[in-house]
C-alpha cells in the first residue's frame, strides 16, 4: 500500500513541477498568475484534474467543500483561460513517465491503437468540428480521440486529439509510433482502420512490432492480390515498395507499387524513371485463423513464427479489445461525456485531465488487487474507485480510508465485470461491433463470491 502514497506523490510532484516553471504554458506570461489569488496555477490544475459530470458551479462548491469564500464560475473561467491546453498533454507525459508501469508480456509492452468520437458543447464558430443537424437532428461539434492504451497496465501511453473534419488516424498513429520512447520493445495491436504500408515501416523504423488485423484475402487490402491459399495459415512475404511504375514491378509480387496519392513517409512523393531510388523492403507475416465455421481474422504482423505462433497472435489481437472498454470506462466512468466549456482550448484541456485521472485510478486500484486465495483473484470495482481515488487526490479522504473503501468494494467487481461483459457485446463502435469469440480474452480472470 506504500505505492499508493508514491503514485499520489508522484502526481503532485508533476504538478509542482509544472507550476514553478510555467512560463511556455502561459498564454501571457509576463502577467499571468504574478498576484496571488484564491484560483492559484496549481489550484486551478487540480481543480480541473478533480472535475467530474457535475455543473461548473457544483463542481466549486464540492472542490472547496462548500466554503463561503468558494470562487464564483467567472473568476475560475478567467484563470482557466491563463493556462494552454498543452500544459495537461505535458503533465500527462511527465505523470506517465514517473509512473514507470512494469508489467510486460514476455518481455514486450503491449500498446492498442484506437480512435473515438467525443461529443462537445456545439459550436458554430469552430467549423473545423462542427455539423449542422440534418433531418430533424441538432446540430453539434466533434471531436476524434485517437489513443495508445497499455494493455498489461491498463494506462493511456499516448494521445493526439483531432477535430473531425481534419482527423487522420493513420497520421495520428505514425506520430504516435515516432515519438515512442525505445526504453523497452513494443508490440502495437490495431484493427483495420490502420492498415497501411506506412504505418507498418514505421513501427519497422523504430525497431519494433506490429499486429494490425487486415481485410481478408478478398478484400481489397494489402493482400489483394497475392496468391494465398483460402483456409488458415501463417505465410511470410517480403515486399519491395516502390513508387515506380514499371513492367518488372506491375509483372512482380514482391514489387508494389505506391501512388504518388497515397502517402508513404519513406520515398519521395514523385519518383522519374531516370533517378535511381531504391525501393523500401517491408517484411510482413500474414496470418489467418478461423473465428466462425465460414469466418476469418486476417494478421499482418512481423512477429517471428519461432517465438509467436498463430495461436498465441490470436491471443494477442483479441488482447486489443481492452482499449474498447477502457473508452467506456473513460466516457462513462470518469466523466469524459461532460465538458465545462464550450472553448476548444478548455476542452482540450479537460480531455487530457480525464486520461491523467483514469491512469491516476488504475495505477491505485492496481495496488490494491487482493487475492482471496491461491485459486481466485478480485480486483476493485473501477466505478466506485474512480470517486474513491478523486477524493483521495484532494486530500478529502486519509489513506487509511482510501485502503478501506477500496477493500470494502473488492467483491463488487465480480457483479460489474459480468454485467460489463453483457453490456460490451451490445456496444457498438466505430469499426465494428464485439464477437463473442473474443469472450475468452476478456475474462481471464474467474471470480468467486463465497
Known amino acids: ?24 504554458f502561459l498564454n501571457n506570461p509576463p502577467s499571468d498568475f504574478k498576484r496571488k489569488r484564491k484560483l492559484s496555477i496549481s489550484k486551478i490544475i487540480k481543480l480541473i484534474l478533480y472535475m467530474s459530470g457535475g455543473t461548473l458551479h457544483k463542481e466549486l462548491l464540492d472542490f472547496f467543500d462548500f466554503s463561503k469564500n468558494t470562487p464564483t464560475a467567472s473568476a475560475f473561467v478567467q484563470q482557466r483561460s491563463k493556462i494552454k491546453w498543452s500544459a495537461f498533454e505535458f503533465l500527462f507525459h511527465s505523470f506517465n513517465k514517473s509512473a514507470n508501469n512494469t508489467k510486460l508480456y514476455r518481455g514486450y509492452r503491449l500498446l492498442a491503437v484506437d480512435g473515438s468520437d467525443l461529443h462537445i458543447p456545439t459550436n458554430p464558430d469552430d467549423k473545423d468540428s462542427f455539423y449542422p443537424g440534418t433531418n430533424g437532428q441538432k446540430s453539434y ?36 509510433i515516432d515519438r515512442y520512447k525505445n526504453d523497452r520493445p513494443a508490440i502495437f495491436i490495431a484493427d483495420r482502420g490502420y492498415e497501411s504500408y506506412n504505418n507498418m515501416a514505421h513501427v519497422q523504423e523504430k525497431g519494433q512490432f506490429f499486429l494490425i488485423r487486415i ?11 497475392l ?16 513508387r515506380k511504375q514499371t513492367n518488372s514491378v506491375k509483372d512482380s509480387d514482391i514489387y508494389k507499387f505506391i501512388p504518388h496519392t497515397s502517402t508513404f513517409d519513406f520515398l519521395p512523393d514523385k519518383c522519374r524513371k531516370s533517378i535511381n531510388v531504391l525501393p523500401y523492403n517491408l517484411h510482413i507475416r500474414f496470418v489467418r485463423f478461423k473465428i466462425t465455421d465460414d469466418t476469418y481474422e486476417l494478421i499482418a504482423t512481423n512477429l517471428s513464427n519461432e517465438q509467436f505462433s498463430p495461436v498465441e497472435i490470436k491471443k494477442l489481437y483479441s488482447m486489443r479489445w481492452g482499449i474498447e472498454t477502457s473508452f467506456r470506462d473513460l466516457k462513462y466512468t470518469i466523466g469524459l461525456l461532460h465538458f465545462h466549456s464550450k ?38 470495482n473501477f466505478s466506485v474507485a474512480a470517486y ?45 461491433q464485439f464477437e463473442n469469440h473474443y469472450s475468452d480474452a476478456l475474462f481471464p480472470i474467474k471470480f468467486q463470491l463465497f
Open 141 to 176: 461539434n466533434l471531436l476524434h480521440l485517437n489513443a495508445m492504451y497499455d494493455l498489461m497496465n491498463n494506462t493511456y501511453a499516448d494521445a493526439i486529439i483531432q477535430k473531425s473534419h481534419k482527423m487522420n488516424e493513420y497520421r495520428a498513429f505514425s506520430d504516435m
Open 1 to 24: 500500500m506504500l505505492k499508493i502514497k508514491k503514485i499520489k506523490q508522484s502526481l503532485n510532484t508533476c504538478i509542482s513541477d509544472l507550476c514553478n516553471n510555467p512560463f511556455e
Open 215 to 225: 481485410k481478408d484475402i478478398n478484400g481489397k487490402g494489402i493482400a489483394s492480390g
Open 343 to 380: 472553448k476548444t482550448e478548455h476542452i482540450y484541456q479537460e480531455i487530457f485531465a480525464k486520461l491523467i485521472m483514469y491512469n491516476y485510478t488504475e495505477l491505485i486500484t492496481a495496488c490494491s488487487v487482493i487475492e482471496q486465495n491461491k485459486k481466485y483473484q478480485y480486483k476493485v
Open 388 to 432: 474513491i481515488c478523486r477524493c483521495f487526490f484532494v486530500g478529502k479522504i486519509s489513506f487509511n480510508k482510501l485502503r478501506i473503501q477500496l477493500n470494502n468494494h473488492i467483491l463488487d467487481s465480480f457483479k460489474d465485470e459480468l454485467t460489463q461483459g453483457v453490456s460490451d457485446i451490445n456496444i457498438h463502435k466505430s469499426r465494428g
Open 227 to 242: 496468391t494465398l491459399p483460402d483456409c488458415e495459415f501463417d505465410i511470410s512475404h517480403s515486399f519491395k515498395l516502390t
